[in-house]
């Protein structure tokens, strides 16, 4: 048996090499097939650190190309909406289902594009699609959780990695897009953080350059597309500073408490996550005292039993394995059809 990915955003490897790993272990041989793009995420600007993954995990690269002269019948994954169009173009055989694997909170608008054109839409929890109404396509989502979350990380690996001291206190900036930049006052953030003798690392997007001013003791852009940089980073930090991103469903997968200052023009993603003893929530109007104040309170206080619960009601537990329930899934539905 063999698997298909479609690679159209680099930023889809932490999601894929979970579920080509846990593929390896049953004999599933898996493809992707890559296709550019005009953005950052661009595969082909990572065309050395795609094929060295590829040795190193034994599957095959393609171009996406190369799909259209085939006559494939192996289910096929994509990101999201991305390449849905050029991929249903080159699909010959009904045997190739197509699975969709969400992306952080896009598939609360986006599901509306692809939900009639795929075959399942693998969600990240119920009780998401039950929060955001999501039940159009009720009889194609899958509950497996997200493959992302399988990738064991480690300390010290993570440390020498990002050159990265074992014996600091590390907060982890998630900064803002530059967007919304003018909506809070960094360095009044940072000053807290240096008072308590924080180690301050800096994480952004291609698309959002840090200010000279604000790039902490280390600043990272997408150094690392698997694991991915940010989640390894908060992987070794003690808190996280967020300004409204998705990063909370890492946070509590990982047990991070996080501070977050929501200044984004939109509704809050994932919010019911930040109703626990791990959140503290600020807008870009703030008291600093009760900034300082969270910051104590939540770097000192054994948080774990919030954490389990926030998991228990929304999304799964730890030890939860989402690639296997995937490929099992799989393994199981090719079976029936054969």
């Not at 919304?180 to 301050?200: A, R, T």
Request: glycine letters at 4%.
């Amino acid at each position: 048996m063999e698997i298909d990915f479609y690679l159209g955003e680099v930023t889809a490897m932490r999601y894929y090499m979970p579920l080509i790993i846990e593929g390896n272990k049953r004999n599933i041989k898996s493809n992707i097939f890559v296709q550019s793009n005009m953005k950052y995420t661009n595969p082909h600007s990572y065309s050395e650190f795609l094929t060295d993954l590829s040795i190193k995990h034994d599957f095959k690269l393609w171009k996406f190309e190369d799909m259209s002269k085939m006559n494939r019948k192996n289910p096929i994954f994509s990101s999201e909406n991305t390449g849905l169009n050029e991929i249903k173009s080159v699909i010959k055989s009904k045997k190739q289902k197509i699975f969709i694997l969400t992306y952080s909170g896009d598939f609360i608008e986006a599901n509306k594009i692809y939900r009639d054109k795929v075959d399942y839409i693998l969600m990240i929890s119920k009780y998401f699609v039950d929060y955001y109404n999501i039940h159009e396509s009720t009889a194609k989502n899958l509950f497996f959780g997200s493959p992302k979350f399988d990738t064991k990380l480690d300390d010290e690996e993570i440390l020498k990695k990002y050159n990265l001291e074992s014996d600091k206190k590390r907060a982890l900036v998630v900064y803002p897009r530059n967007r919304d930049l003018h909506k809070i006052d960094l360095g009044e953030i940072y000053s807290i953080l240096k008072k308590h003798d924080f180690e301050i690392v800096v994480k952004t997007r291609g698309k959002d350059p840090i200010h000279p001013g604000y790039r902490g003791d280390h600043y990272f852009g997408d150094f690392s597309w698997y694991p991915h940089t940010t989640i390894e980073l908060m992987k070794v930090s003690d808190i996280v500073i967020n300004f409204g991103s998705g990063a909370i469903k890492e946070c509590v997968m990982l047990d991070i408490p996080i501070i977050d200052f929501y200044i984004k023009p939109f509704r809050k993603l994932f919010a019911p996550l930040y109703d626990y003893g791990y959140a503290a929530n600020f807008t870009g109007e703030y008291n600093l005292l009760d900034v300082e104040n969270s910051l104590l309170r939540l770097t000192e206080k054994d948080l774990s039993d919030e954490f389990k619960l926030a998991r228990k009601n929304h999304l799964y537990e730890k030890d939860y394995n989402s690639s296997k329930n995937i490929l099992d899934f799989i393994e199981k539905l090719y079976d029936e059809k054969e």
